[in-house]
């Protein structure tokens, strides 16, 4: 009897969890973040989850350092920089105040240490030193940071130098501060040097702690980078994985450092709470042979990259429908790779994400030298 009892509760149990799932996280309102300006992105898409004042002009203190180290990635990428090169410091880095690591003029260190100091303890002369040793001078590379701002559409931001330092012109947003994190952790060697919580230079002489805490209180924390100015209050630009889910958390003027992980680590919850990277069928008709005119080939195979994961709403999975839109016929040449069609995908009628269908193979247009050499064969 008792052991019915049991599976009555079980059962019982299981009934109502199936009538009503497990709701995800209610939807943030401006009060539960207490910064001024905040954004919420996916990283894989770009696509913004929450946003509060998103193009707020403000200052960003050392969150500037994500386009800092953005250069130094790409310089690495492009060959321009290597990790183990050795960078002296000028007397113009070693001037720098605020956090640093006192560098001394003529002291070297390598890349590797130098790009350390400046996303693990943001450290201001560290940053001038690489950007000195890219571009020459710390103007020129703050020049191409603007380029590179504007390369991204960053529409809010001016930069006036390399390590965020408060200066008059100074300026970004929160969604701008997204979209070069964004870019940055594209790169992902910066993120072995943001998950360091602690590490030391000169042999052990100088000590290096994370400025950023969520690294040891939340789950999935990959980075990013902090930054604290009277100007710009309390700052950071947070990223964080979860089962495949790449998540962008920026707060921009929190009156404390305590307040900016508070409302970053809001913003992630919501996100994992409510998003989930989904990974749909490949509809049949998206792999199919395409009629040809005027080719050597009547016909071209398709291939789709449908099937790749896209960001849903978590529970949405149900209700996602496929549509795939593909001519009868395409004219030749055709490129191999070249866009033929799409697959679009639905969730409520709305349109949620869309993947192209491209020639498997190219075509060449038929000339008449080919008709020639048919019909040379054809008789022989």
């Known amino acids: 009897m008792k052991l019915l009892k049991i599976l009555c509760t079980i059962l019982v149990i299981s009934m109502i969890s199936a009538a009503c799932p497990v709701m995800p996280v209610r939807a943030l309102s401006d009060k539960d973040i207490t910064a001024p300006s905040a954004v919420l992105m996916d990283a894989s898409t770009g696509e913004v989850l929450y946003e509060k004042s998103p193009h707020e002009i403000r200052p960003c203190a050392s969150i500037t350092k994500v386009m800092t180290l953005l250069l130094v990635m790409e310089a690495i990428e492009s060959g321009k920089l290597s990790l183990s090169d050795n960078i002296t410091a000028s007397a113009h880095a070693a001037s720098m105040g605020g956090s640093d690591i006192w560098l001394e003029q003529g002291e070297t260190m390598t890349a590797d240490e130098m790009i350390k100091a400046t996303i693990v303890a943001s450290a201001n002369d560290a940053a001038v030193a690489l950007a000195e040793h890219i571009s020459g001078t710390e103007d020129e590379f703050v020049g191409a940071m603007n380029k590179r701002a504007k390369e991204l559409k960053m529409n ?225």
Request: aromatic content about 6%.
């Open 156 to 380: 809010d931001t001016v930069f006036m130098n390399c390590n965020g330092l408060d200066e008059d012109g100074h300026v970004t947003s929160a969604y701008d501060v997204a979209v070069m994190s964004r870019e940055l952790i594209k790169h992902r060697k910066i993120l072995e040097y943001s998950n360091i919580w602690m590490d030391e230079l000169r042999g052990g002489k100088t000590q290096l702690v994370n400025t950023n805490k969520l690294l040891k209180s939340y789950k999935g924390i990959t980075g990013l980078k902090t930054g604290t100015t009277s100007k710009a209050g309390s700052c950071i630009s947070a990223t964080a994985e979860r089962d495949g889910l790449s998540l962008i958390a920026v707060v921009l003027g929190s009156e404390s450092g305590k307040s900016r992980f508070s409302d970053a680590a809001k913003l992630l919850d919501f996100g994992f709470a409510n998003y989930t990277m989904y990974t749909p069928d490949i509809p049949e008709e998206a792999v199919t042979e395409i009629a040809v005119k005027s080719g050597m080939s009547d016909t071209v195979g398709t291939v789709s990259s449908a099937g790749d994961k896209i960001l849903i709403k978590k529970g949405s999975e149900s209700g996602i429908t496929p549509e795939v839109i593909l001519p009868s016929e395409i004219d030749a040449p055709v490129d191999k790779g070249a866009v033929i069609g799409k697959v679009i995908y639905k969730s409520g009628g709305k349109q949620i994400a869309e993947c192209p269908v491209t020639a498997e193979e190219g075509v060449r247009r038929i000339n008449f030298g080919d008709i020639f050499g048919i019909f040379a064969r054809a008789l022989i």
